[in-house]
């Protein structure tokens, strides 16, 4: 089938030889496109210091940029996060991936607040399409290993996002700091288009049938199955708070960070933003186990996003970094608990409409709290603020440690029973 049939939600009318690829390259497919879109989405967090300066932007500025990427996000995974069910998770891809390609050119050539946050929107237009039909190809590619499926769409999410402000801050060293690095991902990603347009995909799960096939697509109303629901609200508060802490990393992380280590390199600034992401990543190769997991993940978070306020305020790298690695480290294992559980709770049917929910209230946590970080550093300062939102962030850490302790506590209770 023809990725135009696939659009066109038709079968197709002659058989096509294309690339019957192997499981193990649809993995890999799949999860290579997920890591290309986010790192190009965090392709600008290094840049955002250069920016500022270049197009007059206070912190504010930098925060609407920044939230402009999520709330496109938000709204394509509320409007259209059940899309690949109907129209296969090959197309949903394909349109992902030409997305994308357009907001890096946007932004290549912004040179105004509007046109960045209108590149910012597009990257968030194809990282929400991809979001859901990535992570539910993983999790049919892996039929009995859910575990594998969440933790390889972990991993790909998580990896790009963190390794997108250093190869930023790369390739700003060539010239055309501020275009270079989007040119060089537009190349990336129309490679990427080779393999997915020859793919012989499967059929969707669910295929439209009658006069009105296109009735299927239209928005729908968040929904979860009762058995699914406890696990869902806790997946979502700690993904909303985890996502909090990494909207900062990414959006006024850079400057902040620049200023306690006490330089201007683009490239350490996007790897010092980019480490907690990282070590949230690479805890889904290496994960930890244990009963008491979860809430530990999340003391570890809440006291780690406290003490990197402190590593500033006494203007110590070594606290800095060793903070950063800490909490990506808890939020990784916390993050992937509650993951996991609801990837196998929820129904398979539905299961991309679930995930895309839960990324929904997910990905607010990197707008609505950075927005408000934006503020209150125009109004009180950088230092104050984040000093502020560090509490805030690790104090709601420690309250989802002591809820997830109870419920860690009925499960003990609910399997001995059994």
Same mark, same amino acid.
């Given at each position: 089938?023809?990725?135009?049939?696939?659009?066109?939600?038709?079968?197709?009318?002659?058989?096509?030889?294309?690339?019957?690829?192997?499981?193990?390259?649809?993995?890999?497919?799949?999860?290579?496109?997920?890591?290309?879109?986010?790192?190009?989405?965090?392709?600008?967090?290094?840049?955002?210091?250069?920016?500022?300066?270049?197009?007059?932007?206070?912190?504010?500025?930098?925060?609407?940029?920044?939230?402009?990427?999520?709330?496109?996000?938000?709204?394509?995974?509320?409007?259209?996060?059940?899309?690949?069910?109907?129209?296969?998770?090959?197309?949903?891809?394909?349109?992902?991936?030409?997305?994308? @390609?357009?907001?890096?050119?946007?932004?290549?050539?912004?040179?105004?607040?509007?046109?960045? =946050?209108?590149?910012?929107?597009?990257?968030?237009?194809?990282?929400?399409?991809?979001?859901?039909?990535?992570? +539910?190809?993983?999790?049919?590619?892996?039929?009995?290993?859910?575990?594998?499926?969440?933790?390889?769409?972990?991993?790909?999410?998580?990896?790009?996002?963190?390794?997108?402000?250093?190869?930023?801050?790369?390739? &700003?060293?060539?010239?055309?700091?501020? &275009?270079?690095?989007? @040119?060089?991902? =537009?190349?990336?990603?129309?490679?990427?288009?080779?393999?997915?347009?020859?793919?012989?995909?499967?059929?969707?799960?669910?295929?439209?049938?009658?006069?009105?096939?296109?009735?299927?697509?239209?928005?729908?109303?968040?929904?979860? &199955?009762?058995? +699914?629901?406890?696990?869902?609200?806790?997946?979502?508060?700690?993904?909303?708070?985890?996502?909090?802490?990494?909207?900062? =990393?990414?959006?006024?992380?850079?400057?902040?960070?620049? /200023?306690?280590? !006490?330089?201007?390199?683009?490239?350490?600034?996007?790897?010092?933003?980019?480490?907690?992401?990282?070590?949230?990543?690479?805890?889904?190769?290496?994960?930890?186990?244990?009963?008491?997991?979860?809430?530990?993940?999340?003391?570890?978070?809440?006291?780690?996003?406290?003490?990197?306020?402190?590593?500033?305020?006494?203007?110590?790298?070594?606290?800095?970094?060793?903070?950063?690695?800490?909490?990506?480290?808890?939020?990784?294992?916390?993050?992937?608990?509650?993951?996991?559980? @609801?990837?196998?709770?929820?129904?398979?049917?539905?299961?991309?409409?679930?995930?895309?929910?839960?990324?929904?209230?997910?990905?607010?946590?990197?707008?609505?709290?950075?927005?408000?970080?934006?503020?209150?550093?125009?109004?009180? !300062?950088?230092?104050?603020?984040? /000093?502020?939102?560090?509490?805030? =962030?690790?104090?709601?850490?420690?309250?989802?440690?002591?809820? &997830?302790?109870?419920?860690?506590?009925?499960?003990?209770?609910?399997?001995?029973?059994?």
């Amino acid at each position: 089938m023809t990725v135009f049939n696939e659009l066109r939600m038709r079968p197709a009318t002659a058989v096509r030889r294309g690339w019957n690829a192997s499981t193990t390259a649809r993995l890999v497919l799949a999860g290579v496109v997920m890591f290309t879109l986010l790192l190009g989405a965090n392709l600008a967090t290094p840049l955002y210091p250069l920016l500022q300066v270049q197009l007059a932007l206070g912190p504010l500025g930098v925060t609407v940029a920044f939230a402009s990427y999520v709330l496109a996000l938000v709204a394509v995974l509320m409007l259209a996060g059940h899309w690949s069910d109907h129209i296969g998770r090959r197309a949903a891809l394909v349109l992902a991936v030409m997305l994308g @390609l357009a907001g890096s050119l946007v932004f290549a050539g912004a040179g105004s607040l509007w046109m960045l =946050c209108a590149g910012r929107a597009l990257q968030g237009v194809a990282v929400g399409l991809a979001t859901g039909a990535s992570s +539910a190809a993983l999790r049919e590619l892996l039929p009995s290993r859910p575990e594998w499926a969440s933790r390889f769409t972990l991993l790909a999410s998580s990896g790009g996002v963190a390794a997108g402000p250093f190869i930023g801050g790369l390739l &700003s060293l060539f010239p055309g700091p501020l &275009s270079t690095p989007f @040119l060089v991902h =537009c190349a990336v990603l129309l490679l990427l288009l080779v393999p997915l347009w020859l793919l012989d995909a499967r059929p969707a799960i669910r295929p439209s049938a009658g006069p009105r096939p296109y009735a299927v697509l239209a928005p729908r109303r968040p929904a979860v &199955s009762r058995e +699914a629901k406890g696990a869902f609200i806790l997946a979502a508060a700690v993904g909303f708070l985890s996502f909090a802490v990494f909207g900062f =990393c990414l959006s006024l992380g850079p400057g902040y960070f620049s /200023a306690v280590v !006490g330089t201007d390199s683009r490239p350490l600034a996007g790897l010092l933003a980019g480490l907690t992401l990282g070590a949230s990543a690479l805890s889904q190769l290496f994960p930890l186990r244990g009963r008491m997991l979860l809430p530990a993940g999340l003391a570890v978070l809440g006291a780690a996003v406290m003490l990197m306020a402190t590593a500033a305020a006494w203007h110590n790298p070594v606290l800095l970094v060793a903070t950063g690695l800490a909490a990506g480290v808890g939020q990784g294992s916390a993050f992937r608990l509650v993951f996991n559980d @609801l990837a196998t709770k929820a129904d398979p049917a539905r299961h991309a409409q679930v995930i895309s929910t839960v990324y929904v209230i997910t990905y607010l946590g990197s707008a609505v709290p950075v927005i408000g970080l934006g503020l209150a550093s125009t109004a009180f !300062g950088l230092a104050p603020a984040v /000093a502020g939102f560090a509490v805030l =962030c690790g104090a709601a850490a420690l309250g989802l440690a002591a809820v &997830s302790v109870r419920v860690s506590m009925r499960a003990s209770r609910g399997e001995a029973a059994r």
